[in-house]
């Protein structure tokens, strides 16, 4: 059974940072692309960022391009994303997906002062 556990949102401040964490487990990780999306309050979930199986490829959204960082640990099989530069915009859940078929527990990130 595939199983996805996203954890590490917050209350955050403006122009703040927040590293967020996905434990997967029951398929190989290492060979799969991951992601991460969010769905903010009344709005539809939005691709946030992907990186590849190996780790050398990743992938962001206009809208947080040079603020997020994606990587991966694939002896821990987890994926981070490194949060910079904080807006209120981008107050939303976040969840980590195995393509569009497997989605994860999210964990919310609140930006406000």
């Known amino acids: 059974e595939v199983q996805l556990q996203a954890s590490g949102g917050g209350l955050v401040q403006p122009g703040g940072s927040v590293k967020l964490s996905c434990v997967a487990s029951?398929?190989?990780?290492?060979?799969?692309?991951l992601s991460w999306f969010r769905q903010g309050p009344g709005k539809g979930p939005e691709w946030v960022s992907g990186?590849?199986?190996?780790?050398?490829?990743?992938w962001y959204a206009d809208s947080v391009k040079d603020r997020f960082t994606i990587s991966r640990d694939n002896a821990k099989n987890t994926v981070y994303l490194e949060m910079n530069s904080l807006k209120p915009d981008d107050t939303a859940e976040y969840s980590c997906t195995l393509g569009l078929q497997f989605w994860g527990q999210g964990t919310l990130v609140t930006v406000s002062s």
């Open positions: 990186i590849n199986g190996g780790g050398s490829r990743t």
């Open positions: 029951g398929f190989t990780f290492a060979r799969y692309d």
